[in-house]
C-alpha cells in the first residue's frame, strides 16, 4: 500500500520561507508523477506544481519563481521549497503520486493522482 506522509508546515509571515517535505513509501513507480496540491478553506483543490521522474518540474503560475519542487527517486521523497510567501498560498498542502508520467497537464482539475498524502497546514500571515 503506498503511503504518502507529508511534513514541515507551519505559520510565517509574509515574505517568509517554509520547506515541505514527502515521505512516500511502498512506492515503485519508476517513472511515476508527483505533486504538490493545495485548498484554502471555501475554495477548490488547486495544482501548486508538479515533478517528473526525470526531474522535469511544472507549476502552477501564482508560485512560478517562488517555490521549487524537487524529488529524490532512491529516497521516494518529494520536496516543495517556498520562498516570498504571500497571505494567499495559506492553504492545506497535500503531496500526491501517481504510476504513470506527469503529461501535458499535470495541475489540470482533471488530472487524477492515484495516491494522496493526509496534509499539512501552511498559514501565512501579512
Known amino acids: 500500500q503506498v503511503r504518502l506522509v507529508e511534513s514541515g508546515g507551519g505559520s510565517v509571515q509574509a515574505g517568509g520561507s517554509l520547506r515541505l517535505s514527502c515521505e512516500v513509501s511502498?512506492?515503485?513507480?519508476?517513472?511515476?508523477?508527483m505533486g504538490w496540491f493545495r485548498q484554502a478553506p471555501g475554495k477548490e483543490r488547486e495544482g501548486v506544481a508538479a515533478?517528473?521522474?526525470?526531474?522535469?518540474?511544472t507549476y502552477v503560475d501564482s508560485v512560478k519563481g517562488r517555490f521549487t519542487i524537487s524529488r529524490d527517486n532512491a529516497e521516494n521523497t518529494l520536496a516543495l521549497e517556498m520562498n516570498s510567501l504571500k497571505p494567499e498560498d495559506t492553504a492545506m498542502y497535500y503531496c500526491?503520486?501517481?504510476?504513470?508520467?506527469?503529461?501535458?497537464?499535470?495541475?489540470?482539475?482533471?488530472?487524477?493522482?492515484?495516491?494522496w498524502g493526509q496534509g499539512t497546514q501552511v498559514s501565512v500571515s501579512s
Open positions: 511502498e512506492y515503485t513507480y519508476t517513472n511515476g508523477c
Open positions: 500526491a503520486a501517481d504510476s504513470v508520467r506527469c503529461g501535458s497537464w499535470p495541475l489540470s482539475p482533471l488530472r487524477v493522482f492515484g495516491y
Open positions: 515533478i517528473e521522474s526525470n526531474g522535469t518540474p
